[in-house]
């Protein structure tokens, strides 16, 4: 079993459309959890940083960690073209951050 | 403001050859940690590096490679005689605290390409 899994897609949705993006992990002593996003050819950049469990809302994103079931979502409402890109869900026991393989998101006009 | 520095952004070499690929962090950030990423794998941890120390190189194949981050300068990743499967994307993060994953932010990366 991996570490860290995500759904690579592709995801396509039409603009406007919520967008949901899963991750489940197997390492009980992670404790900080992020989202990168990433565009073609560049490098990843933070977008939602969450300590333990709970939510976190920023903008139109809203991420969520249960560490009880080991699973993290990242939500994106109102979802517009300059949301596509390939969103990496990430997790960190304070020691590195590990990453999952990242899902394609593409938001159609 | 300089963000994280990669160069060169592409690299070729032919097989049997040495890539060196470097990395200046932001100011600031004594931290530094590099990354390889293939198409559908995700980035995978190889080193992680502060000013002339190597943290944990747990990640980095124990053949022909090798990491280090001067006490002046920039952080090589040194590939020696490289092979087909050395072709990815590298990429560098740097952050002014350990490894909590909150302050990292990374260079755009070096892509290799073994011919």
């Known amino acids: 079993q991996k570490e860290v899994e995500q759904d690579p897609g592709p995801l396509s949705v039409p603009e406007g459309a919520i967008v949901s993006l899963n991750c489940t992990y197997s390492?009980?002593?992670?404790?900080?959890f992020m989202w990168y996003r990433q565009y073609s050819r560049k490098g990843p950049e933070l977008l939602m940083y969450t300590y333990s469990s709970g939510n976190k809302e920023d903008g139109r994103f809203t991420a969520q960690v249960d560490k009880s079931s080991k699973y993290i979502s990242l939500f994106i409402r109102d979802s517009q073209p300059s949301d596509s890109a390939t969103y990496l869900c990430a997790m960190s026991d304070g020691d590195k951050v590990i990453f999952g393989p990242g899902t394609s998101l593409s938001v159609i006009p | 403001n300089a963000g994280v520095m990669q160069n060169p952004r592409h690299l070729v070499r032919r097989r049997g050859q040495e890539a060196r690929l470097r990395c200046s962090p932001m100011?600031?950030?004594?931290?530094v940690y590099w990354y390889r990423q293939l198409p559908e794998e995700g980035l995978k941890f190889m080193v992680y590096?502060?000013?002339?120390?190597?943290?944990?190189e747990s990640g980095m194949p124990k053949e022909r490679f090798s990491a280090e981050f001067p006490k002046e300068g920039p952080s090589i990743l040194r590939i020696q005689q490289v092979v087909r499967g050395d072709s990815a994307a590298y990429f560098c993060?740097?952050?002014?605290?350990?490894?909590?994953?909150?302050?990292?932010?990374f260079g755009s990366g070096t892509r290799l390409t073994v011919v």
């Open positions: 390492n009980s002593a992670f404790q900080y």
């Open positions: 590096l502060q000013k002339e120390n190597i943290i944990d």
């Open positions: 100011k600031g950030h004594s931290h």
């Open positions: 993060a740097s952050s002014p605290l350990t490894g909590d994953g909150s302050g990292y932010t």
